[in-house]
């Protein structure tokens, strides 16, 4: 494994092609969400949403609806549109050094939210699956059950 030694950037001021090459490849890291903060609020669809409690109110529930599993996909999905526009903004926009170092901790908190989501829908597929698992056990008793009457 070989690690990036340079600076993400100088703080000349300037945002060069190099270190929008850096910013980008940190972003594109392998877990580069880890450490992350998921943000307060983020602005999806064009309204603010207080992100960071949605979220946690979602993962402190014991039991998850389908809704809840819903609401879950379609804010990692919205969210994943956000974070694509802030990696457009450190590729293309014409923004400081400052400024991409600010949108990049934005874009990381950003993925650890989306992964955050990921996983409370896995959880509720694992749900699923453990209730799908339950119900043919439950159904091959039956099947015994009957099977022994009719002997």
Do not use: C
């Amino acid at each position: 494994m070989q690690f990036e030694l340079l600076p993400l950037v100088d703080m000349d001021g300037i945002l060069s092609e190099d270190e929008r090459k850096r910013i980008i490849k940190r972003l594109h890291s392998a877990l580069s969400w880890i450490g992350s903060i998921i943000p307060e609020e983020e602005v999806i669809d064009g309204k603010y949403v207080n992100l960071k409690e949605i979220i946690m109110d979602l993962i402190s529930k014991p039991e998850l609806t389908r809704e809840d599993l819903m609401k879950a996909k379609v804010l990692a999905k919205k969210i994943a549109e956000r974070e694509r526009y802030l990696e457009e903004v450190i590729i293309h926009g014409d923004i400081t050094e400052e400024k991409a170092l600010r949108v990049l901790e934005e874009a990381r908190g950003l993925l650890r939210a989306i992964e955050e989501l990921r996983n409370i829908q896995e959880r509720g597929k694992a749900k699923d699956a453990k209730n799908l698992l339950l119900s043919k056990v439950d159904d091959e008793k039956r099947w015994q059950r009957f099977l022994s009457m009719i002997k």
